[in-house]
């Protein structure tokens, strides 16, 4: 199983990115899956996930109103869209995938992860 992160730069503060995460799943439609992000010395942390069905999202409130995610079953695909971006914002962006699951913020119920991919955020 393959997730493929892409996506990620270095933008100024109150711009804006679209990350990608193309997955080699084969049940695609039946996996929640989520983004984390991992700052310089920090913990990995909860973003975003969206329920396998697509119709539940979960943000976490520092991110609320300003991420979006989304996926494209037919494409097998996920993404986050990254608007009025701010510096502490930045850090590596990994998206993960959970079998079923229920958009889950706890790292540990996903089984899949991507590589990453650098978010700069410059004030």
């Known amino acids: 199983v393959q997730l493929q992160a892409s996506g990620g730069g270095l933008v100024q503060a109150g711009g804006s990115l679209r990350l990608s995460c193309a997955t080699s799943?084969?049940?695609?439609?039946?996996?929640?899956m989520g983004w984390f992000r991992q700052a310089p010395g920090k913990e990995r942390v909860f973003v975003a996930a969206?329920?396998?069905?697509?119709?539940?999202?979960n943000y976490a409130d520092s991110v609320k109103g300003r991420f979006t995610i989304s996926r494209d079953v037919a494409k097998n695909t996920v993404h986050l869209q990254l608007n009025s971006l701010k510096p502490e914002d930045t850090a590596v962006y990994y998206c993960a995938a959970d079998f079923g699951g229920s958009a889950t913020p706890m790292a540990r119920a996903y089984t899949y992860w991507g590589q990453g991919t650098q978010v700069t955020v410059s004030s």
């Open positions: 799943l084969r049940a695609f439609s039946r996996y929640t």
């Open positions: 969206i329920y396998w069905n697509g119709g539940t999202t």
